[in-house]
Structures are given as C-alpha cells and as structure tokens.
C-alpha cells in the first residue's frame, strides 16, 4: 500500500522504495525503520497515512 | 528605496515594489510588497538571498552602491522560490561568487530551476557553519515553511537571523522596521501573508519555534524576506505571533461566504448572520462576487465557524464557491465549525455537496443545512434564523472550552 506525507504530500511508493535513505524497492511501509523520515520534508515516519 | 543599514556590516539591498497587487497568482497583496535581501560586508564578501527577477536593477544599484567596488564571493540561497532565487543567474553571471550555500533540498531545487551545473554549490545541512571573517554563518533547515528547500541562517556575532518567507509580509513601505510602521496594519497583513502561505504548515511551525527555543538563540534582528523586518522587542513580538497563529485558537467569530445567482442565497445568509449576531458572533458576510478567495481565507483563519452557500447551478455548485472551497481545503484550516446553506430551482444539490466540502477538510458540520427552493419565504428566514443560532451556540461551546 502506497503512504502519503501529511505535511508535503509527497507519496512512498513501496515499489520505488527510497533508495537515497537506504530503503530499498519492494520495501512495505510497515517494514522500513521508526528513525526514517519524508525524504522531502523531514517529517517523521507517524506523520504518513494510507493513500486513499 | 537606497540601502539601509542594518549594523556596521550588514545591509538591506532589496527591491521594494508598489504596484504589486497580486501575490504569485492566488493571493492578493493590497498594499504591495517588498523583496528583502542582505550584504554582509567581511572577508568573504556574502550576499544572502536576491529578489524577484522584474525588480533585479533596483537590488543590482544597491548590491553595487554597497560593494562600492568590492566583489561578492559567497551567497547564501535561503529559499529557491523565484521571488528570491530568480536573479541568482544574474548575481552569477556578474560576480562570480567562490561559493553558493544552500540546504540538501535547496541544492534539488536549484537544478530544477536553473541550469547550475557549473555554479560552485556547497550543500549545507542544519549544524553547518561557514566563517565569513568575524561573522559565522549558521545554517539551519526550515523544511516546508513553507517549500522543502527553505533554511535559515543566523549569525551569532550579529545577532542576526535571516528566516526568509516566515514572518513576513505583504507591504510596499519606504521604512524598513516593524517599529517605525502602522501597528495595526502591520498586524493585519502578518495574518494575510500567514492565513494565505503559511497555513498549512501550522504543525511544522510549531515544531520550528520549538527547535529555535531550545538552541536558545540570541536573535536581536529576525529578518524577513517580505515586508517590514523585526529588531529589539519586536523580536519576540514576531515569535509570540507566530506561535498564536500556528495554535490556530478560534475566536467567538463566523465567516458566511457564499455566491449567489438571483440573490435567494444572499438573503438566507443575511438571515443565517441576524441569528448569529443575536447570539453575540461576531459575522462576516462575504460575497464571493466581491471578495477574492485570500481576503475570505483571511478572515476565516481566524473564525470558529465557516458557513458555505451556493444555489445548485447545473447539478452542482456556482464556479466562485468551488475555487474558494479549493482553495480553503488546500490551506488546511484546522478546528473549525462548519455549516452549509443555498437555494434551488429543481435538483438542489447545493447543500449536500458543501457539506461533503466541510466533512472533507474536517470540519465540525452542524445543521441541519437550509435548502430552500426558489426564493426564500418567511419560513425560510426562520429556519435559516436557527442555523445561526444552532451554529452560534456550537462556537460558544468551542470557544469556552
């Protein structure tokens, strides 16, 4: 399932994964760690919700 | 307006500009605005920010009157937006600066502004210190206040902040200071400027003024890149409205903004508005044929309640209160009471699609909405009446939480 950042918008797609934070593709949101965080706006992995 | 100096060694050198009337295409700016950017004069010559691209001679006479002669060998580049990055190809060209600072995001967005591959870029992330010569520039990252690439830089040997959009406003002025301006004004058009930019980052302003206390900052001039700047009491002044602003507590205060085609919705809100003045609301009743979306969203920033009316128009709603409603939502005001009304004609749609509006951005929706169908009787008036009163009594219970 894909997440949203409820501060910028910006979606984690688990397909891409965030290779520039060492998540790789294929990675499920629940699966990536607690510390990671938006990579275009620095807000926490709690601050994402499920895409509708 | 000539350089203004701000201590021994640092200047405004921006562009003040009075005829502006329009804010980046969808807000408003009645009075104008003013684009503010500095020279630190050190050994490394320092030039932080520039402005919007229309106004680069008036900075150009500045930076060049300041220099007088000199060169400029670092900018830092706080913010990418155009209205402050648009003249770096210029500054580039002319000036060939050793070094551009910039945030990790500020780096991004600056190749996807410009073709900067050649530029000297130096990535900046939040704890990076730069000396200048007796001044130490330090960089901290604001990401989205309001864009992701947006910084700040301190100078602690100054006492000097440069916090780019935040705390600014939309103000053409030939004085530079919070202090020597309107007061009133002044306030009015820090809540414009926040109410239509700022918003909906409310959260990460919060946690910014958090992070800024706790580095526990010596800040005796917070500068601005829009309008008027701060210094001395002012300081703490800008920080405590800031801090109220992104808390977002309504006042005992509602909003009726509507369109309407032959004055049916008009009359229900004029209605709505008797029952919550009787109640002691303060109202605004705002046409959307005779207020742009910013001035209404600068009056609901602050409201406890929104009431939304439209007649139905071809199954749906009239095109003013769609664009307002758009905008509203993007804004992400939060806490609000909302309620909807409209007249119709034959399907009457109207009231359930404001409602989805108000449910969608979360709002409190109270009711029952009034749908009336063509022109508005005296039972109409009634039930419309007894919305305000039903909505006035939902602010009062907010308020006095």
Not at chain 1, 33 to 50: Q, R
Not at chain 2, 59 to 66: E, I, L
Not at chain 2, 359 to 381: L, T
Request: hydrophobic fraction near 40%; include cysteine; charged fraction near 20%.
């Amino acid at each position: 399932m894909k997440y949203v950042c409820d501060v910028c918008g910006w979606v984690y797609d688990p397909a891409l994964g965030d290779p520039e934070s060492g998540v790789a593709p294929g990675t499920a949101f629940e699966d990536i760690p607690d510390d990671w965080s938006c990579p275009i706006c620095g807000a926490p992995k709690d601050s994402f919700s499920p895409e509708d | 307006m000539n350089p203004h100096k701000i201590t021994d060694d640092i200047y405004w050198v921006g562009a003040v500009d009075w005829s502006s009337r329009n804010f980046h295409g969808y807000s408003l700016s009645p009075l104008g605005t003013t684009y503010n950017n500095f020279l630190i004069l050190d050994e490394k010559v320092t030039l932080v920010d520039t402005v919007m691209p229309h106004l680069r001679s008036q900075m150009m006479c500045n930076v060049d009157q300041v220099l007088n002669g000199r060169g400029i060998d670092y900018l830092v580049v706080n913010h990418l937006e155009l209205d402050h990055a648009g003249c770096l190809p210029d500054v580039v060209e002319k000036y060939k600066p050793e070094r551009i600072y910039t945030s990790p995001m500020g780096e991004k967005a600056m190749h996807g502004h410009f073709n900067a591959k050649d530029w000297p870029i130096e990535v900046v992330p939040t704890g990076s210190e730069v000396t200048i010569g007796k001044h130490t520039l330090h960089f901290i990252e604001t990401r989205m206040l309001h864009w992701p690439d947006s910084m700040l830089t301190y100078i602690p040997e100054a006492k000097v902040a440069f916090c780019n959009d935040a705390f600014g406003q939309n103000i053409a002025s030939s004085e530079r200071w919070a202090d020597e301006y309107d007061r009133y004004v002044l306030e009015h058009s820090m809540k414009e400027y926040y109410a239509n930019i700022v918003l909906p980052y409310s959260p990460v302003v919060l946690k910014t003024l958090d992070a800024l206390t706790s580095m526990n900052l010596d800040i005796q001039y917070l500068l601005p890149d829009h309008g008027l700047m701060f210094r001395g009491d002012d300081v703490g002044f800008a920080l405590d409205k800031y801090l109220e602003y992104a808390q977002q507590k309504p006042k005992k205060k509602a909003v009726l903004v509507y369109d309407t085609m032959w004055k049916s919705t008009e009359k229900m809100a004029s209605a709505i508005a008797s029952g919550l003045a009787d109640e002691g609301i303060s109202v605004k009743i705002m046409s959307m044929k005779a207020n742009h979306h910013s001035r209404v969203m600068t009056e609901v920033f602050d409201a406890a309640a929104v009431l939304v009316g439209s007649p139905t128009h071809n199954n749906g709603i009239l095109p003013l209160m769609a664009d307002m409603l758009t905008y509203m939502k993007g804004l992400r005001p939060q806490g609000k009471i909302g309620a909807s009304f409209g007249s119709f004609g034959w399907s009457g749609e109207c009231v359930k699609i404001l409602n989805q509006w108000l449910e969608d951005m979360s709002f409190e929706v109270v009711g029952p909405p009034v749908k009336n169908k063509f022109v508005p009787d005296h039972d109409a008036f009634a039930q419309c009446y007894e919305l305000g009163k039903t909505v006035a009594a939902a602010i009062k219970a907010k308020v006095e939480e």
